[in-house]
């Protein structure tokens, strides 16, 4: 059995996984528990697991293989496998006009790397700073 429980999410799917240590390490059994989780729920929130990228890579070879973004541009030069959407140097994510003017830190309705020939089934996001505005991500 897995060391975390499973706690709802306001919406109707989805679920936060509480307690997990993934400092301390993911055994092969959590391992498979978190993606037989994210399966059958659809989305997995984990919170206070902190903004190291060797976490958020850690978590992340939890539900499959990993392999470096298409576009070198946006790839966190010591993680490959990571992208950084920013604009606290100046944009560095994709810019948008919604109509009221360029907007970055916001991608529409989209699917990741479906141009590919295997799209990828999932991302984990890692909120690193909350921007004082925006900063809403939405699943569909």
Same mark, same amino acid.
């Given at each position: 059995?897995?060391?975390?429980?499973?706690?709802?999410?306001?919406? $109707?799917?989805?679920?936060?996984?509480?307690?997990?240590?993934?400092?301390?390490?993911?055994?092969? %059994?959590?391992?498979?528990?978190?993606?037989?989780?994210?399966? %059958?729920?659809? +989305?997995?929130? =984990?919170?206070? +697991?902190?903004?190291?990228?060797?976490? $958020?890579?850690?978590?992340?070879?939890?539900?499959?293989?990993?392999?470096?973004? #298409?576009?070198?541009? =946006?790839?966190?030069?010591?993680?490959?496998?990571? +992208?950084?959407?920013?604009? %606290?140097?100046?944009?560095?994510?994709?810019?948008?006009? =919604?109509? %009221?003017?360029?907007?970055? $830190?916001? +991608? #529409?309705?989209?699917?990741?790397?479906? =141009?590919?020939?295997?799209?990828?089934?999932?991302?984990?996001?890692?909120?690193?700073?909350?921007?004082? $505005? !925006? !900063?809403?991500?939405?699943?569909?």
């Amino acid at each position: 059995m897995p060391s975390y429980p499973l706690k709802p999410l306001d919406a $109707q799917f989805g679920r936060e996984v509480v307690g997990l240590d993934v400092a301390a390490g993911l055994d092969a %059994e959590t391992a498979a528990a978190l993606k037989a989780d994210w399966l %059958e729920h659809g +989305i997995l929130v =984990f919170r206070g +697991i902190g903004t190291s990228p060797e976490i $958020q890579l850690a978590l992340s070879r939890c539900f499959g293989e990993l392999e470096p973004h #298409p576009i070198e541009l =946006f790839r966190l030069p010591s993680h490959p496998e990571l +992208i950084l959407l920013s604009n %606290e140097n100046g944009p560095l994510a994709p810019i948008y006009d =919604f109509g %009221e003017g360029p907007v970055t $830190q916001c +991608i #529409p309705w989209h699917t990741d790397l479906a =141009f590919k020939t295997t799209p990828n089934a999932g991302a984990l996001l890692r909120m690193v700073r909350k921007p004082e $505005q !925006g !900063g809403r991500t939405g699943w569909l």
